[in-house]
């Protein structure tokens, strides 16, 4: 059952996954249990033509197409919940990799083993890349069986890019987890700078068409790579997942590089 | 002496703020058991865990098997048997869990050698480690240091808190180790621990190395007080002016002094006489190492002696 890092990391997270994916998944489908029965999806249009537009960026995001159950889902899940789910998921999986195993003290065991620090780091990033997978694959479960199951039309394939794009997401504010925690050893740390810094690029996402000069700087936020061109709606774009990965796979080389150089704090 | 297993050259370790260590100059053979004494805060899991490249020097060297602890850590790891000091076990893992997750890291253990150690150790390995006490703890990082038989042990202050009972049974397994060849660098403040099974000390204080030595030739070193009891009166001048005896009084039939070193000349000189009884009162190297120390731990106190 533990043969490995990677082994070790399924043993200790399979039930938090779990709790994180069942959770996500009855929250989803919830939400899109709800769409037939809101008469008053025109007057929740005009409500939100009505917003200030900054109001509207910041919660709604762009597409604010309240006709169609994906735009719904769109505002209500993609734009604002998601991001949270799944960046919290791979945040608290981030921190903990390196920094938490580092606070408890039980690097010093583990690395009296013929194991390369390298391994370690790669070995916890897969797992965090399986957890985040089962995590959105529970959410697409959930929406699948209440679209089945309620007679709503979307289109499952479409909600998979979607959320295929929010792993990404997360796997991006993970690393930057985890090489925050490879480099200081301090969890509690890495997780709170990773947390501020999703929420830093989403307002740089929501509000650079609003706001003058910021858009010069949307390219550097993960979280319009994630649903700035609605891949709700448009399928998974190429560029924008590649940017995603390689911000991911940097955060990562960064915590090897990082980890492999420094004292291990006894 | 054989190449050495072990061979620590001018290894410093500085922290920002705290002390580390400085300069130390150590060799140790394959099949020595070396002891690693000093106070807490001298510098003794800063040289064990730079040993294991858990930290890395700021500058000198430290080799194990002829291998360099950093550029060639995995090599020396694979040959490396290891207790922290300060233990912190996977709390929702059993014993049979750690067991084979370092196991398999370390690619394959045998359960047969497992199961052996554990009844040596009266080690429970089927519950999670968070149940056990403190000792079992212990037991348990022993065991899993010793599963794979390695061929150095390194041991920081493994029998620290544990009960006389259980601090037996630890010797007697760093005991078994040794005879069947493994090299254990034992750390301690507990001098008894040292002076009972390992060959040689290195005494650190503040970073330093104050004394490295055999632990019988530091022994030799010490005074010992000495008192004769003869048949009859002795004359003072039989005994004055032998080398190693100082202190001397000679009381009607009874002589009283301080040695050191041999004790031949004084035995020799004794023999002319009836002797009725000698009693010796050997220090400790508890006491020893303090008289070490109150001489503030010049250099002139290092031997480099093997």
Redesign the interface.
């Known amino acids: 059952?533990?043969?490995?890092?990677f082994?070790?990391v399924v043993?200790?997270q399979w039930r938090a996954t779990l709790a994180w994916s069942v959770g996500a998944s009855v929250l989803a489908a919830f939400y899109l249990a709800l769409y037939p029965s809101l008469g008053g999806l025109a007057e929740m249009q005009t409500m939100l033509d009505a917003m200030p537009p900054e109001l509207r960026a910041f919660f709604a995001g762009e597409g604010f197409d309240l006709a169609t159950p994906a735009g719904y889902l769109n505002i209500e899940l993609f734009s604002f919940v998601l991001p949270l789910v799944v960046a919290g998921y791979g945040v608290a999986v981030g921190s903990a990799a390196i920094a938490g195993e580092e606070e408890?003290?039980?690097?010093?065991?583990?690395?009296?083993?013929?194991?390369?620090r390298w391994r370690v780091v790669i070995e916890k990033s897969i797992a965090m890349l399986v957890g985040i997978v089962v995590l959105v694959g529970a959410i697409w479960i959930g929406l699948a069986l209440t679209s089945v199951a309620m007679d709503i039309d979307l289109d499952l394939g479409l909600v998979a890019s979607g959320l295929t794009s929010g792993a990404l997401l997360g796997m991006v504010i993970g690393a930057l987890a985890l090489a925050l925690g490879s480099i200081t050893g301090r969890r509690t740390l890495s997780l709170a700078v990773a947390m501020v810094v999703l929420v830093v690029t989403y307002v740089i996402n929501a509000m650079s068409a609003l706001v003058e000069g910021l858009e010069a700087w949307r390219p550097i936020s993960p979280v319009y790579h994630y649903v700035g061109y609605d891949p709700l709606n448009n399928g998974i774009d190429p560029a924008h997942a590649s940017v995603l990965v390689a911000m991911t796979l940097v955060g990562i080389a960064v915590a090897v590089l990082a980890f492999e150089r420094?004292?291990?704090r006894? | 002496m054989a190449e050495p297993i072990i061979q620590l050259s001018r290894l410093t370790k500085s922290y920002g703020h705290a002390r580390g260590i400085v300069e130390v100059d150590l060799e140790i053979s394959p099949g020595e058991v070396f002891g690693y004494l000093g106070p807490n805060g001298a510098g003794k899991s800063t040289t064990i865990r730079t040993m294991l490249d858990l930290l890395r020097p700021t500058s000198g060297s430290a080799r194990l098997f002829g291998l360099d602890s950093h550029r060639e850590s995995l090599a020396i790891r694979r040959r490396i048997g290891y207790v922290p000091g300060e233990l912190s076990l996977y709390e929702s893992l059993s014993g049979w869990d750690l067991v084979h997750y370092f196991g398999g890291l370390r690619g394959g253990v045998d359960d047969r050698r497992v199961r052996e150690l554990a009844d040596r150790l009266d080690c429970d390995l089927s519950r999670e480690t968070q149940a056990l006490s403190h000792g079992n703890r212990q037991k348990l990082a022993l065991l899993q240091a010793l599963m794979s038989d390695p061929e150095i042990l390194v041991l920081d202050e493994p029998t620290n808190g544990l009960d006389p009972l259980t601090q037996q049974a630890f010797q007697s397994l760093i005991a078994d180790s040794r005879r069947s060849g493994t090299t254990v660098f034992l750390s301690s403040h507990v001098m008894s621990e040292v002076e009972r099974l390992c060959d040689r000390v290195a005494v650190i204080r503040e970073g330093r190395l104050i004394a490295l030595e055999r632990v019988d030739a530091l022994k030799a070193r010490a005074v010992r007080r000495l008192e004769i009891r003869f048949a009859a009166p002795v004359p003072e001048a039989a005994f004055s002016r032998l080398p190693g005896v100082t202190d001397l009084v000679v009381d009607g039939p009874v002589l009283r002094c301080a040695t050191t070193g041999s004790l031949d000349p004084l035995m020799k000189a004794a023999n002319r006489f009836e002797i009725r009884d000698i009693l010796a009162s050997e220090p400790s190297l508890e006491e020893i190492v303090l008289a070490v120390y109150a001489n503030g731990g010049t250099e002139g106190t290092l031997n480099h002696a093997a």
């Open positions: 059952m533990l043969p490995s890092v082994g070790k043993h200790d408890r003290g039980t690097l010093d065991l583990l690395l009296a083993n013929p194991v390369p420094r004292d291990v006894g």
